[in-house]
T-cell receptor, first 115, second 109 residues
Framework: DAGVTQSPTHLIKTRGQHVTLRCSPI?????VSWYQQVLGQGPQFIFQ???????GRGNFPDRFSARQFPNYSSELNVNALLLGDSALYLC??????????????FGSGTRLTVV | GQSLEQPSEVTAVEGAIVQINCTYQ??????LSWYQQHDGGAPTFLSY????GLEETGRFSSFLSRSDSYGYLLLQELQMKDSASYFC??????????FGSGTQLTVLP
């Protein structure tokens, strides 16, 4: 079985541009969460989706948006990119929202560099 | 909100036992998870404690004390491949994870 797949793996963008990151969860998982991980820090929660509805939003500006599709894949969009948006963006998949004995399965992430 | 504190670095030798502590301040705490992340890789789930006590999974054990807002990850029989960053993460009523800043474990031969 394929794990959580994210695309692209690496991306370089210029300040002010827009970016779309994509995530396909594990087959059968209906919840997708997005996290931002700045170098040297722990992942920080951005969004959680379950059954195509937003179930949680972290402390990020409105430049960040996301959605989940009927096949449970998800997109994270960031507008008006800033240098500070440079980070590893991680997608986490789970059957339902909430940590439990099975945990979240993370993808390998998209490394975004804003120049 | 939630905040978690863990040591930034720990060093141990191969075959030894190491304990990584985590203290948390939370509202609506549900449980404490532990994740391992090798450089540039995906965080990998290790364990989850919802109740007080010890959970054992092979060479890894995790402990939680709700009354002390404290948990730890215990790694036994350390191997070189255990060199990685380890994160504690709290889950609350909002069901998302709040991660600590991570502990960089270096295993020496």
């Amino acid at each position: 079985d394929a794990g959580v797949t994210q695309s692209p793996t690496h991306l370089i963008k210029t300040r002010g541009q827009h970016v779309t990151l994509r995530c396909s969860p594990i087959s059968g998982h209906k919840s997708v969460s997005w996290y931002q991980q700045v170098l040297g820090q722990g992942p920080q929660f951005i969004f959680q989706y379950y059954e195509k509805e937003e179930r949680g939003r972290g402390n990020f500006p409105d430049r960040f948006s996301a959605r989940q599709f009927p096949n449970y894949s998800s997109e994270l969009n960031v507008n008006a990119l800033l240098l500070g948006d440079s980070a590893l963006y991680l997608c986490a998949s789970s059957f339902i929202p909430g940590a439990n004995n099975y945990g979240y399965t993370f993808g390998s992430g998209t490394r975004l560099t804003v120049v | 909100g939630q905040s978690l504190e863990q040591p930034s670095e720990v060093t141990a030798v191969e075959g030894a036992i190491v304990q990584i502590n985590c203290t948390y301040q939370t509202s609506g705490f549900y449980g404490l998870s532990w994740y391992q992340q090798h450089d540039g890789g995906a965080p990998t789930f290790l364990s989850y404690n919802a109740l007080d006590g010890l959970e054992e999974t092979g060479r890894f054990s995790s402990f939680l004390s709700r009354s002390d807002s404290y948990g730890y990850l215990l790694l036994q029989e350390l191997q070189m491949k255990d060199s990685a960053s380890y994160f504690c993460a709290a889950s609350g009523s909002a069901r998302q994870l709040t991660f600590g800043s991570g502990t960089q474990l270096t295993v020496l031969p």
